[in-house]
């Protein structure tokens, strides 16, 4: 167990529609990172926020929002989606990136 | 752009034989990362090397941390059916705020 949970674990939405998925961060870490894998391929980096600020931003398209509340936890919103926005999208915590970064069991979306 | 190059793309070999997975780059990193993902899971940190030369064992593990800390090795020593998965490593650097990934490295330990 990473410590970092993310709910819920499969979705199943038509095109067009909005999703909200949700992580909680391990206790204590302050970065919150956003991936997405789609089958057979590497880690897309998102997004990052620390402390509830954004810091850094990957290939985020701009259908896709992210935020991080007071209380750490951070929800990535995906909106008017897409076939092709069918993928795993995981969570990571950290408490420095030196120190490396704990995933959640991911989200599995699929846009049907 | 900092990039890491990660070899082989994919590995098929027999239990009970050695392999070694490279990752590469021509930039500088504050740390080097290994992680292992199992199918439609997260990744799982495996190690963190920080120093140039660092060697880290994890039982039949052994991560290497190049010198100038621009590339690092990950060697399985007798692997076993176990070790199947998705070996993946990331950079750190000093300045940005995001991990560099490699593409991964595939591997199949056949029974």
């Known amino acids: 167990d990473s410590g970092v949970t993310q709910t819920p674990k499969h979705l199943i939405t038509a095109t067009g529609q909005r999703v909200t998925l949700r992580c909680s961060p391990r206790?204590?870490?302050?970065?919150v990172y956003w991936y997405q894998q789609s089958l057979d391929q590497g880690l897309q980096f998102l997004i990052q926020y620390y402390n509830g600020e954004e810091r850094a931003k990957g290939n985020i398209l701009e259908r896709f929002s992210a935020q991080q509340f007071p209380d750490l936890h951070s929800e990535l919103n995906l909106s008017s989606l897409e076939l092709g926005d069918s993928a795993l999208y995981f969570c990571?915590?950290?408490?420095?990136?030196?120190?490396?970064?704990?995933f959640g069991q991911g989200t599995r979306l699929t846009v049907v | 752009t900092q990039l890491l190059e990660q070899s082989p793309q994919f590995l098929s070999i027999q239990e009970g034989e050695n392999l070694t997975v490279y990752c590469n780059s021509s930039?500088?990193?504050?740390?080097l990362q290994w992680y292992r993902q199992e199918p439609g899971e997260g990744p799982v940190l495996l190690v963190t090397v920080v120093t140039g030369g660092e060697v880290k064992k994890l039982k039949r593990l052994t991560f290497q941390f190049g010198d100038a800390r621009k590339d690092s090795s990950l060697h399985i020593t007798a692997a076993q059916p176990g070790d199947t998965g998705l070996y993946l490593c990331a950079g750190a650097g000093d300045s940005n705020y995001q991990l560099i990934w490699g593409a991964g490295t595939k591997l199949i330990i056949k029974p």
């Open positions: 930039s500088v990193f504050s740390s």
């Open positions: 990571a915590s950290s408490a420095y990136l030196q120190g490396g970064a704990f």
């Open positions: 206790s204590g870490d302050l970065s």
